[in-house]
């Protein structure tokens, strides 16, 4: 789903840790890092913190969303999308 949005102008999403932030570090890593959570070069201006994150995942960590953590993803991605594009 991130592809679809890839030419959203970053200055624009930021780099404070927000969910457009999270979703997309998530994509990368389910691409490119074998479906473990990483802060590769495409995400390390990325002030990343599991705290402040939708999902909670931790650089390391094995990506596995359930359901409800999907969802609420999903919902927060679209309402910053929203806020910050439209």
Do not use: W
Not at 20 to 44: D, E, P, W, Y
């Amino acid at each position: 789903m991130d592809g679809f949005f890839v030419h959203r102008i970053r200055t624009l999403e930021g780099k404070d840790g927000n969910s457009l932030n999270g979703f997309r570090m998530i994509c990368t890593s389910l691409l490119q890092n074998h479906g473990v959570m990483c802060a590769g070069k495409t995400n390390k201006t990325i002030k990343y913190g599991p705290e402040k994150s939708v999902v909670k995942l931790k650089v390391g960590e094995k990506i596995k969303l359930t359901e409800s953590a999907f969802v609420a993803l999903f919902k927060a991605f679209f309402t910053e999308m929203e806020n910050k594009f439209v």
